[in-house]
């Protein structure tokens, strides 16, 4: 039977390319998105993915998000973590609002996306979650202590997840992307943006689906043995 994967922030951007690459992988694909009523309905009639809607920092409508989905689609055995907003700014004009924004989306958020599935995938004895995180979790980054801090937790949680869920047939491993051209990555300030592709080695941004591959090996039955894994994919930008 086909395996049902979850995808947050799953109709734009990286998520976009995760959703797509998954259902070609021959899963039954839901993905959430958080307030862009247009894209995921442009999304869902290209596709034919359902796209549901709800704020992953809010823990009651996670839940319930993800027991429609189960009542629609069946027990979800693959969920991609992915949803994340950016508040940059430098630390001395950090506010405690973008501060508290992006740990609730990109951390607390992570949170309550799993929590919900992980005592259906521990009674299945299967599971595959997959995190993205972000090349700035693995070495920080000027103007995102927020982002930053999020991205590292991220991979505090797989690398937890990991050791609990072993025996229970579940994996949880993180992909930790460079800088891909996707909107997030434009709406930096241009000439910023030209100085980050200087600093990697490839000499270019990189492509969502590159990282949608990385997710389609670790989701499937194939990488059983892979479990608190990060795979960097960042063009040779940082080595950890
Ligand atoms: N390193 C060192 N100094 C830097 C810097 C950097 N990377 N970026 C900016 N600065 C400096 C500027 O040169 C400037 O210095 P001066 O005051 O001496 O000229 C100063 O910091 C900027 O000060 P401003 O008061 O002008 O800053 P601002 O309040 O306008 O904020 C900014 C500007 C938000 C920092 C903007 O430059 C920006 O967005 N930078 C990009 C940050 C970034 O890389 N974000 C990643 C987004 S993509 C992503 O997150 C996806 C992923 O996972 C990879």
Same mark, same amino acid.
């Given at each position: 039977?086909?395996?049902?994967?979850?995808?947050?922030?799953?109709?734009?951007?990286?998520?976009?390319?995760?959703?797509?690459?998954?259902?070609?992988?021959?899963?039954?694909?839901?993905?959430?998105?958080?307030?862009?009523?247009?894209?995921?309905?442009?999304?869902?009639?290209?596709?034919?993915?359902?796209?549901?809607?709800?704020?992953?920092?809010?823990?009651?409508?996670? %839940? &319930?998000?993800? $027991?429609?989905?189960?009542?629609?689609?069946?027990?979800?055995?693959?969920?991609? @973590?992915? /949803? +994340? *907003? =950016?508040?940059?700014?430098?630390?001395?004009?950090?506010?405690?609002?973008?501060?508290?924004?992006?740990?609730?989306?990109?951390?607390?958020?992570?949170?309550?996306?799993?929590?919900?599935?992980?005592?259906?995938?521990?009674?299945?004895?299967?599971?595959?979650?997959?995190?993205?995180?972000?090349?700035?979790?693995?070495?920080?980054?000027?103007?995102?202590?927020?982002? %930053? &801090?999020?991205? $590292?937790?991220?991979?505090?949680?797989?690398?937890?997840?990991?050791?609990?869920? @072993?025996? /229970? +047939? *579940? =994996?949880?491993?993180?992909?930790?992307?460079?800088?891909?051209?996707?909107?997030?990555?434009?709406?930096?300030?241009?000439?910023?943006?030209?100085?980050?592709?200087?600093?990697?080695?490839?000499?270019?941004?990189?492509?969502?689906?590159?990282?949608?591959?990385?997710?389609?090996?670790?989701?499937?039955?194939?990488?059983?043995?892979?479990?608190?894994?990060?795979?960097? %994919?960042?063009?040779?930008?940082?080595?950890?």
């Amino acid at each position: 039977m086909a395996r049902v994967a979850l995808v947050t922030g799953g109709s734009r951007g990286i998520g976009a390319a995760i959703s797509k690459a998954l259902q070609a992988d021959g899963c039954t694909v839901a993905a959430t998105y958080a307030g862009n009523d247009e894209a995921a309905a442009k999304f869902t009639e290209e596709t034919g993915i359902k796209t549901y809607k709800w704020n992953v920092g809010d823990y009651e409508s996670s %839940a &319930a998000g993800i $027991a429609k989905v189960e009542e629609e689609l069946g027990p979800i055995d693959i969920v991609v @973590a992915n /949803a +994340g *907003i =950016t508040r940059d700014a430098p630390f001395h004009k950090m506010t405690p609002q973008q501060w508290h924004e992006v740990i609730d989306t990109n951390l607390t958020g992570v949170f309550n996306t799993i929590h919900p599935i992980w005592p259906g995938m521990r009674e299945r004895k299967f599971g595959r979650i997959v995190v993205i995180s972000s090349i700035n979790g693995q070495k920080g980054q000027f103007a995102q202590v927020n982002y %930053a &801090a999020t991205k $590292a937790g991220d991979l505090g949680i797989v690398k937890s997840l990991a050791q609990e869920g @072993a025996r /229970a +047939g *579940i =994996t949880a491993n993180a992909i930790c992307p460079g800088y891909i051209a996707t909107e997030m990555v434009m709406a930096v300030p241009e000439k910023v943006r030209e100085s980050i592709i200087g600093q990697i080695p490839a000499g270019r941004l990189g492509e969502p689906e590159e990282i949608a591959r990385c997710v389609s090996f670790l989701a499937s039955d194939d990488a059983g043995f892979i479990n608190g894994s990060t795979i960097s %994919a960042n063009g040779a930008q940082f080595f950890v």
